[in-house]
């Protein structure tokens, strides 16, 4: 039998919150990160606001910014964890970031077991969660550093400038008058342990790493397929992963990013998983508050989704305000609720239909 993951540290960095604390209120009480862009021109630019992470203190000298996102996120993470050095893994999604990031944590942390660094477009923070959720059911490590970090940057910000997929005025996914995403930028790690060894040494288990769904659209080199047929696919496999029933899941974390194509995509993937019960399924969008992380998205939503089932409530979506026919499910509009949640889903679906569904339970 397969050994159990569950979480014993988190930490984070957002653009409305750094540091677990504040993020949790900010989700909690629906507030936004993006602002007017400060961190480069955007003079010449149609889109001028995105969610960059300010304030930042106990910065490293002559180090990359996405590596330090990566390492005020990974420590705050392992000391709430109560993890010191050891050998343990790491496993860290990014677009940009390349493998500087594994390489500083490291050897800040002093984790000296395998790095896997996951670059599969905006899915790769929660395939690197998968991957190092793994390497622990595997046996291979007792204790994995997971997660993703993104750092806010020209290049990034003028690619999708160029694709007209930016939208102008806010982040508004599966509203009516959505025009598409905004870029943002942070990082999010979990502690990933195995679950004996954490009740025997009395950790604070915050939530179980239930299983996941990766799977490929094979369809557009960026357009997600319009069916949704991948992305149910990858929901399937994350709740037989998971050994969960349908009826279980209390809230569904969505990718939700604001432009037109992939917010229906992901409706129809949710009706062709859930049937008449997608209807009555919570779904909210935290990129609403925070943008797109890119690499880290999937890693700082999966620790949007253990906060709610710790604290019992469900993320908004914000600047939520006219329904879109073809986006016709509950979307959690504008204020959070309070409800106990026993499992819940985290998806993110990537350029070149990279898929990636993560399931976690109370």
């Not at 540091?19 to 009480?29: I, P, Q």
């Not at 007017?36 to 990359?64: N, Q």
């Not at 696919?233 to 990013?257: P, Q, V």
């Amino acid at each position: 039998m397969k050994r159990r993951v569950v979480i014993t540290g988190l930490g984070v960095v957002a653009p409305n919150g750094v540091g677990l604390r504040s993020f949790h209120r900010a989700l909690a009480h629906g507030r936004s990160g993006i602002t007017r862009i400060t961190s480069f021109s955007t003079r010449e630019m149609r889109a001028r606001i995105g969610g960059e992470v300010r304030g930042l203190t106990g910065l490293l000298p002559g180090v990359e910014r996405v590596a330090q996102l990566a390492l005020l996120a990974a420590r705050e993470a392992s000391e709430q964890a109560g993890i010191g050095a050891g050998p343990w893994g790491i496993s860290v999604g990014t677009v940009s970031g390349g493998g500087c990031s594994a390489q500083v944590l490291a050897r800040q942390l002093g984790f000296s077991g395998r790095r896997i660094t996951v670059s599969n477009a905006c899915a790769a923070g929660a395939t690197a969660l998968a991957c190092g959720a793994d390497l622990v059911r595997q046996g291979k490590h007792d204790v994995v550093l997971a997660g993703g970090a993104e750092a806010f940057e020209l290049l990034t910000f003028s690619g999708f400038h160029a694709l007209r997929s930016l939208d102008p005025l806010c982040c508004r996914p599966f509203d009516a008058a959505r025009q598409g995403l905004v870029i943002g930028e942070g990082a999010a790690f979990l502690i990933l342990e195995e679950r004996e060894r954490a009740l025997r040494r009395g950790a604070d288990i915050w939530a179980e790493f239930a299983g996941y769904g990766l799977t490929g659209d094979a369809y557009h080199e960026t357009a997600p397929d319009p069916s949704g047929r991948g992305a149910a696919r990858a929901i399937k496999a994350a709740l037989t992963a998971a050994r969960l029933d349908r009826s279980e899941i209390d809230y569904y974390n969505a990718h939700g990013t604001g432009t037109p194509q992939n917010d229906a995509m992901e409706t129809r993937a949710l009706k062709r998983v859930f049937g008449v019960r997608a209807t009555k399924l919570p779904v909210s969008s935290s990129k609403s508050m925070i943008g797109h992380l890119m690499g880290a998205a999937g890693a700082v939503e999966a620790l949007a989704s253990v906060l709610a089932i710790r604290y019992s409530f469900i993320p908004p979506t914000i600047n939520y305000k006219k329904r879109d026919p073809e986006c016709d499910l509950d979307y959690v509009p504008n204020q959070a609720r309070s409800r106990p949640l026993r499992a819940v889903l985290s998806a993110n679906f990537g350029f070149g239909g990279s898929n990636a569904v993560l399931a976690f339970k109370k």
